[in-house]
């Protein structure tokens, strides 16, 4: 039994290169939150639908120009920089870390500050239309904890990880695991805690993070493989970020930064792993045989990245990809502008950026990827990363989703020309409803 049906135009993602148009569909979502069924104006329950759910006081109607979309994941975020965002993005990594970012989040000891920011961050997410997203915390629980009841209570689905640094070489003596049994004791302290929050709507996942192989010793990294077994959790760090992170685990190991994880057993199906700029076909391959996701950060990686990653590439491997914020190297929190970066930064990859070379030989061919993928990435290729029946609309996902509003239709319009206005038009002042489970978490 339905208990509410959206009726309207909507698009969600076929596949990693094409969109589906519902024109004038009914989208029945059961009391669970769960999309039951999709109807069409042809299918034979249609109207008698309609009907009921108006009779009823449960359909929502979209106006003319708005249109219905998965809500977005956002695969990365560091939570507690979102003072930071739009700051120090012309500095170098390790000063925008040293002089800005950990100092920073240093300060969420404090949970009064912790909650001023976190309340304010989940509702801009939501705003965004993102419903989703796998966030880094800090070192401290109690902050991490008030992050995670801000997304209950907000109603975001919040993948919320305990963030790990007790490598007294690469963390400031202020901001760092002062031992791995306290690093590996806080890890674990607040995975019992979120589980054992009363959490009806399962909203709250705690997850295994490393904040990378620089800033965790061996043994840290090697007690938080055995977390995430004993647990059955998702993993989030960074792999191959830039060339000094990626240079740093070859300095170290011998070896690259995901052969690093992998031996550390932090390469799992329910591993999502932050930029990949450096990675190389190896790389990607070991990926794929671990069923390990790439969080691509077009933004953030304009700034700190060194290099492009070839969405296009690991696509067509099979690799698994979303998107990601990275907030705060990454300036805004919307996956629109996102969408909008990793198209642009494809045809750049493809093109290349050296005119001084002749055009045969400054890009990579056939990199290029269409507002179609990218919308996948923000949506289905998302969901697929964490393992959540979700960014799509269809029977059998989660009813997340958005309401937005398309920027000035002309009335000539091709449905395609609407969509790809969508993608590059859209502003957060555009984003009408946002539900998550059915429920309306978000109202503009």
Known sequence: MESLVIRGNAFTAQDEYHVQALEDCLVCIDADGWVDRVLSPDDEDYASVLANSRQHHQLRELAAGEYLLPGFIDLHVHAPQWPQAGLALDRPLADWLNVYTFPLEAQFSDQTFARKVYRDFVKTLLAHGTTAAMMFGTIHVD????????????????????????????????????STAAALAASEQFIQRVQETVDPD??????????????????????????????????????????WESQYAIDRFGMHDAAVLDHFSLLTSQSVLAHGTQLTTGDMQLLKQRQTAIAHCPISNVYFGNGV???????????????????????????YHNIRQAVKSSRMLTDGVNSQLPAQHRG?????????????????????????????????????????????????????????????????????????????????
């Open 202 to 243: 399962r909203l709250v996942t705690p997850v295994i993070t490393p904040r990378f192989v620089p800033s965790c010793t061996d043994a840290a990294l090697a007690g938080l493989g055995n977390l995430a077994a004993k647990y059955d959790l998702p993993i989030q760090s960074h792999v191959s970020e830039s060339n």
């Open 364 to 444: 990579v061919a056939d990199s290029q990827i269409t507002a179609a993928t990218a919308f996948y990435l923000a949506t289905a290729g998302g969901a697929e990363a964490l393992n959540l029946a979700a960014g799509r609309i269809a029977a059998g996902c989660r009813a997340d989703l958005q309401v937005v509003r398309a920027h000035r239709l002309w009335g000539n319009e091709t449905t395609a020309d609407v969509f790809e206005r969508l993608m590059y038009q859209t502003e957060a002042a555009d984003v009408k409803n946002v539900y998550v489970n059915g429920r309306l978490v978000y109202e503009n």
């Open 143 to 178: 902050a991490n904890l008030v992050l995670a009841d801000e997304c209950r209570r907000q109603g975001l689905r919040g993948y919320v990880g305990q963030v790990t640094m007790d490598n007294p070489d690469q963390a400031p003596d202020y901001y760092r695991d002062h």
């Open 309 to 335: 990653l070839p969405v296009h590439r690991l696509l067509a491997l099979g690799n698994q990809v979303g998107l990601g914020s990275d907030i705060s190297g990454g300036y805004t929190p919307s996956l």
